[in-house]
C-alpha cells in the first residue's frame, strides 16, 4: 500500500535551516509528482511546494506558494523515493506540521506529518 513518511522537523530559530524528507513506498514513485502542504493550528491545510514526476521535457518542474519562494527548495531522490524540502531563513509564521502528499501540487495520499516549530 502508499506509505508516504516524513521526517526531519524539529524545533529551530528564527533564521534557522531544516531539511524534511519524505520517504515513499508503495507506488512507482517517478511516476508521480510529489508535493508538500503545512497547517497551522488553527488554520486550513496548504500548499508549500510541489515538483513533477520528473521524468521527460519539463522534469522536475517546481511550484511555490508565494511565502515560501526564495527559501524554501523542493527536490526529489528517484533511486531513493524521497523528496525532500529544504527551509531556510525559517520565520515564526513557518510553524507549523508539514505534510507529504502524492500529487503535483494535490494529493491523493498523506503522510502522517512532521512538525517544525520556529521560536526564540
Known amino acids: 500500500q502508499v506509505q508516504l513518511v516524513e521526517s526531519g522537523g524539529g524545533l529551530v530559530q528564527p533564521g534557522g535551516s531544516l531539511r524534511l524528507s519524505c520517504a515513499a513506498s508503495?507506488?512507482?514513485?517517478?511516476?508521480?509528482?510529489m508535493s508538500w502542504y503545512r497547517q497551522a493550528l488553527g488554520k486550513k491545510r496548504d500548499l508549500v511546494a510541489c515538483?513533477?514526476?520528473?521524468?521527460?521535457?519539463?522534469?522536475?518542474?517546481?511550484n511555490y506558494a508565494l511565502s515560501v519562494k526564495g527559501r524554501f527548495t523542493i527536490s526529489r531522490d528517484n533511486a531513493k523515493n524521497t523528496v525532500y524540502l529544504q527551509m531556510n531563513d525559517l520565520t515564526f509564521e513557518d510553524t507549523a506540521v508539514y505534510y507529504c502528499?502524492?500529487?503535483?501540487?494535490?494529493?491523493?495520499?498523506w503522510g502522517q506529518g512532521t512538525q517544525v516549530t520556529v521560536s526564540s
Open positions: 502528499s502524492r500529487g503535483y501540487c494535490d494529493a491523493d495520499y
Open positions: 508503495g507506488f512507482t514513485f517517478n511516476n508521480y509528482g
Open positions: 515538483i513533477n514526476n520528473g521524468s521527460g521535457p519539463g522534469g522536475g518542474r517546481t
